[in-house]
C-alpha cells in the first residue's frame, strides 16, 4: 500500500462527519476522508457478497459512483483496500479482547474471556468472519500481496498469544504463540461452517453452544500443553 494511502486511511479513521476531529482538517482533507471510507464501506459489502476474488475494482467504484482514476488515488490496487480491511477488522477485535482482558485475573478465565470476545465479535459480524475466511485462503498464494496479509495477520496472533499469555500460568508445557493460532483456527473454522450451512440468521442463538464447544476444546489444552514440545 502506497505511503499516500495510509496516511488518507488514518485521516478516515480520525474523521466523520460532527467529530472534532472535523476542526482541524481542511475541506479537502474532509472530502479525502469521506471518499476513502466509502470506498471502505463500499469494498466491504461487496467482498461480503461476491467474495475478493470475483468483486472488482470496478464493481467498487461503480457501488462508490467514483471513477478507477479516483479509486487510484487512494489505494495502488484491489489487494490494497484488502489489506486495510482486514487490519481494520483484527485491529478492532484484538481491541475488544485486550479490554475484556483487562480485569480479568490469570489463569483459565483468562483464555474463556478471549473466546467469549471472539465469538461475539463473529456473531455480530458474520461478514468479517467470511471475509477473514476468504483473505486466508488468499494468504496461501505466493505473490507480494498474499506476504503483506500474512504479515498483518500474523501481528494480530503475537497480540493474541501476549493478551493470553497469564491464562497458561506457569510450569504449563507450549507456547502462547501455539495457543493463539489453535484458539484462533477452531474458533473461525466452527463459526464459518455454521455460517456456510445454516445461515447468519439463527448463529446468535446458539451462542452458548459454540462457547461449550470451544472452551471444551481449548480449556484442557492449559492442563496437558498444546502439541509443542
Do not use: C
Not at 49 to 57: C, S, T
Not at 82 to 89: H, K, N, S
Not at 173 to 191: H, V
Amino acid at each position: 500500500m502506497s505511503r499516500g494511502a495510509l496516511i488518507l486511511h488514518r485521516e478516515a479513521k480520525a474523521t466523520t462527519m460532527d467529530t472534532p476531529a472535523d476542526a482541524t482538517l481542511s475541506r479537502v482533507e474532509r472530502r479525502k476522508a469521506r471518499t476513502n471510507k466509502r470506498f471502505l464501506e463500499v469494498a466491504r459489502q461487496l467482498f461480503s457478497e461476491k467474495g475478493i476474488y470475483w468483486a472488482k475494482v470496478e464493481d467498487i467504484t461503480e457501488s462508490a459512483d467514483q471513477g478507477k482514476g479516483t479509486f487510484y488515488k487512494y489505494f495502488d490496487s484491489k489487494e490494497a483496500i484488502i489489506r486495510v480491511l482486514l487490519d481494520e477488522g483484527l485491529n478492532e477485535l484484538s481491541t475488544k479482547t485486550e479490554e475484556a482482558l483487562r480485569h480479568v485475573s490469570a489463569g483459565p478465565k483468562t483464555l474463556s474471556a478471549a473466546i467469549e470476545v471472539r465469538v461475539d465479535f463473529f456473531l455480530n459480524h458474520p461478514e468479517s468472519l467470511l471475509f477473514l475466511h476468504q483473505v486466508r485462503g488468499m494468504m496461501q498464494l505466493k505473490v507480494e500481496a498474499a506476504k503483506e496479509l500474512r504479515e498483518a495477520y500474523d501481528a494480530h496472533l503475537r497480540r493474541l498469544a501476549q493478551l493470553i499469555k497469564p491464562a497458561m500460568g506457569a510450569g504449563r508445557s507450549g507456547s502462547a504463540r501455539d495457543l493463539a493460532q489453535t484458539m484462533a483456527a477452531y474458533t473461525s473454522g466452527l463459526l464459518t461452517y455454521s455460517v456456510l450451512f445454516g445461515g447468519t440468521a439463527g448463529i446468535k442463538s446458539r451462542r452458548n453452544y459454540f462457547l461449550q464447544i470451544l472452551e471444551g476444546s481449548l480449556l484442557p489444552l492449559l492442563k496437558n500443553g498444546n502439541g509443542t514440545h
